[in-house]
């Protein structure tokens, strides 16, 4: 079992910065794949970003609409990945979660096994 717990969100102004931490515990998750997603009230979840192993390389996959200004990484000595958003936009606003799995497809919600409890981002205007 896998354990996520999120935080670094909150409210900011456009064009400022966070950075959101999704740390796991139980086991490590080095080899996992973990994305971010998010949802704004009333819309469906979406994929925003994801890290994952490949040929012991790092891979990272990005919403369109993010690329540029978000940036996924992850430091497996403290079992954590970051995603740090910048140039933050009012329909970045949404609860952001992280999960963590062992797949290949990672934009598809679906086929992660693990969740966090999200955590609310908000960009003011």
């Known amino acids: 079992q896998v354990q996520l717990v999120e935080s670094g969100g909150g409210l900011v102004q456009a064009g400022g910065s966070l950075r959101l931490s999704c740390a796991a515990s139980?086991?490590?998750?080095?080899?996992?794949?973990v994305g971010w997603f998010r949802q704004a009230p009333g819309k469906e979840r979406e994929f925003v970003a994801a890290?994952?192993?490949?040929?012991?390389?790092?891979?990272?996959y990005y919403l369109d609409s993010v690329k540029g200004r978000f940036t996924i990484s992850r430091n497996n000595e403290k079992n954590t990945v970051y995603l740090q958003m910048n140039s933050l936009k009012p329909e970045d606003t949404a609860v952001y979660y992280c999960?963590?799995?062992?797949?290949?497809?990672?934009?598809?919600?679906?086929?992660?096994?693990?969740w966090g409890q999200g955590t609310q981002v908000t960009v003011s205007s």
């Open positions: 999960a963590a799995g062992t797949t290949a497809w990672v934009s598809t919600s679906s086929e992660y096994d693990y």
């Open positions: 139980g086991r490590t998750f080095s080899s996992y794949a």
């Open positions: 890290i994952s192993i490949r040929w012991s390389a790092d891979n990272t």
